[in-house]
């Protein structure tokens, strides 16, 4: 693996930070990114662990920002790209501020995509290359206090599987991680912690970037974390939506005061 290149985004904190560390006792060079300074603690860190890595500090729901990643990847072959980058946002979608579910959706969705196509393509053209896509289950139920997310975790989810079988037989594959709860920073940015989901059990974001890098290497369409999540995710299937967008509402609604 001497020489092959991991791109990581969103790879400050959580899940991503993991899939740093995962992909570096692997061997991979790598390229890291965030939006915030922390990414640079972070590349500090891996290279302690005897990394090569390289950090950018690039706000990924913009096209200018997602361009600086790829002007930083410069002609260098992206063997793995694991697309981590994503924001949550908590409150009634009607309370929120119209620039902060647009900053989301731009994160979550375009800016996801943007650089998809932007490497695929590459990767296509050479014929091998292996993306990871962090979805999550909330994309199977209705996210009541939780709409935009979820909402654009269900896009991802769906991408995913389509992306994975139209680049069949190319030598590019596309795996979906949809984990569960996972502890990391999201719960305060998403303005989550005065919630029942804020205050839940999570899983080790540890465990959950294992899971993904292994389903990724083995080049799976998808892998839900946990034995548990797998045992919702099919409950989901059975239960009718508006049920479980009630369900969720008891979970991420802001406690009363």
């Known amino acids: 693996m001497k020489h092959q290149l991991a791109v990581i985004t969103g790879a400050s904190s959580g899940i991503g930070r993991e899939l740093g560390f995962v992909c570096a006792e692997a061997g991979y060079h790598l390229l890291i990114a ?10 500090a860190a891996l ?7 390289s950090s950018v500090e690039a706000d990924l729901s913009s096209v200018e920002g997602v361009q600086r990643l790829c002007d930083a990847i410069g002609d ?4 793995v790209l694991i697309a981590n980058a ?9 309370d929120q501020n119209v620039d902060d579910f647009m900053h989301l959706l731009n994160t979550n969705i375009s800016g996801t995509l943007l ?3 932007q490497i695929g393509r590459k990767m296509r053209a050479r014929g091998d290359g ?3 896509i962090v979805g999550s289950i909330a994309g199977f139920l209705p996210g009541s206090f939780e709409a935009a997310y979820n909402a654009s975790k269900a896009f991802l989810n769906s991408f995913c599987l389509a992306l994975h079988e139209e ?3 190319t030598g590019v594959s596309v795996t979906c991680l949809m984990p569960g709860v996972t502890e990391s920073d999201y719960f305060r940015r998403a303005g989550l912690l005065n919630t029942k989901i804020g205050r839940s059990k999570k899983a080790s974001p ?22 548990m999540n797998n045992v919702r995710v099919v409950l989901m299937h059975f239960l009718p939506a508006p049920f479980l967008a009630r369900q969720h509402r008891r979970w991420a609604e802001p406690d009363r005061d």
Do not use: C, W, Y
């Open 206 to 227: 540890k465990m959950v970037a294992r899971a993904g890098f292994q389903a990724m290497t083995k080049r799976h369409a998808r892998i839900i974390s946990g034995f």
């Open 34 to 43: 965030a939006d915030e300074p922390q990414i640079h603690e972070v590349a």
């Open 167 to 169: 680049l069949r037989g």
């Open 115 to 117: 650089l998809v196509h």
């Open 130 to 132: 292996r993306i990871l």
């Open 47 to 53: 290279r302690t662990r005897g990394a090569n890595v």
């Open 76 to 79: 260098r072959e992206v063997d």
């Open 86 to 94: 994503g924001v949550g946002l908590g409150q009634g979608f009607l």
